[in-house]
């Protein structure tokens, strides 16, 4: 039974409200996606994970080998490698090779979208549409990602293998609450200042891999613009991070005070290597919609957030502090660090990613504080635009 309620706000929207009291650290809810899918480019730097649920498939040494770009480094500890109790059970698709984690994901996935989305032999087929159509989207959107073009052509696959394809339109329907009038805005931020002429191309790449008849309904202008406008406002970045999962496994570790120094200097070392060449995306492996977790709005003071604690697309919402019957469940679509700068600041990076102005508490308690700090400009008249969509958050 959930312990909270879907209400509209007022002037503010669709909003997660918590029937019961809950302590911090509780569990809120756990779901599993709609629809989740590995970033294409991921993909093509060879991050191996499950193609449905996306566990990783590497152990925690060629995880941080291929993330560190070093065949040297050397990591401790390996009998508490995370993945060490999978690797006998991952398999694949027997037609086109993609790997899965195990017999029940293989099986889920072919259940649910695979049987239509299986590209057999064409899937190293440069010229077959659905790899023209991801082509032509990482072309545009290079690294770090926020979304793939491919969470569509999944969409696609589960519309057409869906046994009841009215409850999967009123789904996907309810993630459209954020785009209203906002689609230049959304599609600005996922494509760039070429947003026009680049849809375009995506669009007609779209109709050419999916012209039949059964997807009409997605393949006019406004309907692809819908859809890009769901994965541009819904998607969650799901973390499957291996080195993490290790990291949590070993720092549980009851070890001397000496032995868990040391453990921490290697640790260190290790996300230090890393970060220099995979950056600060290291733990974001895909994104997907989610139909509870795309109803809970942001808040610069959280009081909850989102974990990916079992390494796999299930996401898990936990409480940071006690939540009061009837109190608002919020999280941060913002890092820590970020969390912690300027109002200003936070905004701006709300405004080009998320596509509104903050009224949190912390926001409106700011409100009289500079728009312009020591290390940052603003564009006022941009400012004025998204002052217009204060309500969504």
């Not at 491919?150 to 309810?174: D, G, T």
């Not at 309907?223 to 970045?237: V, Y």
């Not at 139909?291 to 909850?304: D, E, F, G």
């Amino acid at each position: 039974m959930n312990h909270f309620e879907i209400r509209e706000i007022p002037g503010k929207g669709r909003a997660m409200i918590a029937t019961k009291n809950f302590a911090s650290d509780e569990v809120i809810f756990e779901e599993e996606p709609f629809v989740s899918k590995q970033f294409s480019w991921n993909v093509a730097y060879g991050y191996a994970a499950c193609d449905h649920c996306m566990r990783p498939l590497e152990t925690v040494l060629e995880n941080v080998r291929r993330l560190a770009s070093d065949p040297k480094v050397e990591v401790p500890l390996l009998e508490h490698d995370p993945t060490a109790a999978w690797v006998g059970q991952f398999t694949q698709c027997p037609r086109c090779k993609v790997h899965y984690c195990s017999e029940d994901c293989r099986m889920e996935a072919y259940k649910r979208y695979h049987r239509e989305a299986c590209m057999g032999a064409f899937r190293s087929d440069d010229t077959h549409p659905i790899n023209v159509l991801n082509e032509t989207w990482k072309k545009m959107h290079y690294p770090p990602e926020t979304g793939s073009i491919m969470l569509i052509v999944r969409l696609m696959a589960l519309y057409k293998q869906s046994p009841k394809k009215e409850e999967f339109l009123e789904q996907l329907q309810s993630f459209q609450a954020l785009i209203v009038n906002r689609e230049q805005k959304i599609y600005h931020k996922m494509l760039g200042e070429n947003f026009e002429q680049q849809m375009e191309q995506l669009y007609r790449a779209f109709c050419n891999a999916f012209a039949g008849e059964e997807f009409s309904l997605f393949t006019t202008p406004d309907a692809f613009k819908t859809l890009m406008g769901i994965m541009g406002t819904n998607s969650q970045g799901i973390a499957t991070s291996v080195l993490s999962q290790w990291v949590t496994k070993v720092s549980e570790l009851p070890l001397p005070d000496a032995d868990k120094a040391q453990l921490d200097t290697v640790i260190d070392g290790l996300y230090a290597k890393v970060g220099e060449f995979a950056g600060e995306f290291l733990n974001n492996e895909g994104s997907g919609l989610y139909l509870l977790q795309s109803k809970i709005n942001h808040s610069c003071v959280p009081n909850a957030c989102s974990t990916f604690p079992y390494s796999n697309d299930i996401v898990v919402m936990k409480t940071l502090v006690p939540i009061q019957e009837g109190d608002e469940i919020c999280i941060s679509y913002l890092d820590e660090c970020m969390l912690e700068r300027s109002r200003h600041s936070r905004h701006k990076v709300l405004r080009e990613n998320y596509i509104f102005v903050c009224q949190c508490p912390k926001c409106r308690a700011q409100a009289s504080d500079p728009d312009v700090t020591s290390d940052e400009s603003e564009d006022d008249d941009e400012m004025d635009d998204y002052e217009e969509d204060d309500d969504m958050n």
